[in-house]
């Protein structure tokens, strides 16, 4: 089993930065894809940034330029550097580790993008 606990959120000013951050309970980014995804009010939840088992990485096109995925092995940690946020970016934020067996979410992390 797998536990996912996201962070970082928090209320952002138009082109201001945000770092999240989730944290693996395990060693487990030589096995699983990494992938951030996000959600807003009354929306499906959209597919953000991936980081593979090989360490390639890739965006949506919405983000593309602005987010980075990154992750550190000694920390079992997993983040999410955005910069210049708009207020479309407003969103909950899930991590997600998968491979071919198994899938795990974390439980999300509000940001709000807002003057």
């Known amino acids: 089993q797998v536990q996912l606990v996201e962070s970082g959120g928090g209320l952002v000013q138009p082109g201001g930065p945000l770092k999240l951050s989730c944290a693996a309970s395990g060693t487990i980014f030589s096995t699983y894809n990494m992938r951030w995804y996000r959600q807003a009010p009354g929306k499906q939840r959209d597919f953000v940034a991936v980081?593979?088992?090989?360490?390639?990485?890739g965006y949506a096109a919405s983000v593309k330029g602005r987010f980075t995925v990154s992750r550190d092995h000694a920390k079992n940690t997993f983040y999410l550097q955005m910069n210049n946020l708009k207020p479309e970016d407003t969103a909950v934020y899930y991590c997600n580790a998968q491979n071919t067996i198994a899938e795990y979410w974390g439980q999300g992390t509000q940001v709000t993008v807002s003057l």
């Open positions: 980081i593979s088992k090989g360490g390639s990485t």
